[in-house]
């Protein structure tokens, strides 16, 4: 038997896993819940990013909603180009895109410093190093061994959790910082999660942080948190407005989102091989660079759009074989019903009124089981006195900058910008000492 024979004959074998295909197209009547499915994996993920963001710079209810409908559309966009594809852009397999937490204490950092222009200049102008990297991804992914991207994304879920918890408080800011009925609230919220996720399956269990978010919801009016005002005022349907905000450029912000930008890079990589993996197709070349480049025009579209950068959401990749559909057509339904929905400013104010507690309920869990991906990747690293050394380093600067921000009171305002994330000075300190330590890991 020739290898072409063989090679067909485990494709064949290997297709009978599935129920559906990538270019296979479910009856409508199925491919609409399923399409609803992978929003409710990512929605939670999604609408998250401009909730951090904008409550920790400050914006208003108005503002907040206009940036939540904003990222939904992009990521609706986004997953549109991803999976259907136009030209050389985009991987043509079921991806789900979105904004990344990778870019929330950057994020952050950039918009305190010199708010949304600012902020979005970042994503705009660093959408184009991805754009870039795109035709060079095997040379990038040598630099990013498990021990670095383990730190990464440990320190992502690590340097998040002081601001969740400020929300369980009912908010940096609030005059009843600590009130027992916020912590009550988050915490019924977290069992509610928790309850979910363990004893249920299918929807229930995928959509947890979603339907412990709306439990939270509804509790919080009783006791009354919850004030509806802006969404009555909201209007119904309103289009994206290009450049809203304005947009301005400084060499600190876009640098403060250059070691995001190519974390994201080689998560998308993981998530494509995942991807393709879970959908039985074995990924080329020029379907890795296209998934690359369309993370890349994602975020470009995003600067337009008043969005944060946009990347792959690996949440989603457990959905196919969960239930057996690695469809095409499923996802871009769901693209465009992510489109659609961020076109409704009502939904959009109605996620921005989110009481603090709800999202500290569900933000400690995020950040929490970010963290723990990333210890997950550590513990299959070979921690000699190299490698501990390069972890111990690396997590111990960048939470140094998170706890005591003020020990880089002394530094120029551009080096306070860059460094005051923990995930930029993280990564930054695991990409030295990775290059420099001797028995540098070779490439994965």
Not at 166 to 189: H, R
Not at 282 to 296: F, M, N, R
Not at 361 to 374: K, P
Request: hydrophobic share 50%; glycine share 10%; proline share 6%.
């Amino acid at each position: 038997m020739s290898s072409k024979d063989i090679n067909e004959n485990f494709e064949e074998t290997q297709k009978s896993e599935l129920t559906y295909g990538i270019n296979d197209r479910p009856p409508l009547r199925l491919a609409i819940p399923l399409a609803i499915q992978h929003i409710m994996a990512a929605f939670s993920g999604i609408v998250a990013v401009p909730l951090v963001v904008g409550y920790a710079i400050g914006l208003s209810v108005e503002d907040l909603a206009f940036m939540v409908s904003a990222t939904l559309f992009v990521a609706g966009l986004a997953t549109f180009i991803q999976v259907y594809g136009i030209g050389p852009i985009g991987s043509r397999l079921p991806c789900v895109m979105g904004t990344d937490f990778t870019f929330v204490e950057p994020g952050i950092a950039v918009a305190t410093a010199f708010g949304l222009p600012g902020y979005f200049g970042a994503t705009l102008a660093g959408s184009f190093l991805e754009i870039i990297l795109s035709r060079f991804i095997k040379p990038l992914r040598k630099y990013f061994p498990p021990v670095v991207t383990g730190i990464v994304v440990t320190l992502i879920g690590l340097t998040m959790l002081p601001v969740s918890v400020d929300w369980v408080a009912g908010g940096a800011e609030s005059t009843q910082y600590g009130s027992l009925k916020f912590i009550l609230l988050a915490l019924i919220v977290m069992a509610i999660i928790i309850i979910l996720n363990q004893k249920c399956s299918g929807f229930l269990c995928s959509g947890a942080i979603l339907i412990g978010i709306i439990c939270g919801y509804l509790i919080s009016i009783p006791m009354e948190l919850l004030d509806i005002t802006p969404v009555k005022e909201a209007a119904w349907i309103a289009f994206p407005r290009p450049f809203k905000y304005g947009i301005t450029f400084e060499w600190s912000a876009i640098l403060a989102f250059i070691p995001p930008y190519i974390v994201t890079t080689i998560e998308t990589v993981g998530d494509l091989i995942s991807v393709g993996s879970a959908s039985e197709h074995e990924i080329t070349g020029e379907e890795l660079s296209g998934g690359i480049l369309a993370d890349g025009v994602g975020s470009l579209i995003a600067g337009v759009f008043n969005a944060g950068p946009n990347t792959s959401f690996s949440q989603n990749v457990g959905i196919i074989p969960l239930t057996g559909v690695a469809s095409r057509f499923v996802v871009t339904l769901a693209a465009i019903i992510l489109m659609l929905s961020g076109i409704f400013p009502k939904l959009g104010a109605l996620i921005a009124i989110m009481p603090n507690p709800v999202l500290g309920g569900a933000g400690i869990m995020m950040f929490g089981m970010i963290a723990v991906g990333g210890i997950k990747i550590l513990k299959d690293v070979d921690l000699n006195r190299r490698n501990s050394l390069l972890v111990a380093v690396s997590l111990g600067l960048g939470l140094a900058v998170v706890y005591r921000p003020e020990i880089l009171s002394n530094f120029h305002p551009d080096v306070q910008t860059i460094f005051q994330s923990g995930m930029t000075t993280g990564t930054i300190t695991a990409l030295i000492l990775n290059l420099i330590l001797p028995g540098r890991e070779k490439e994965v």
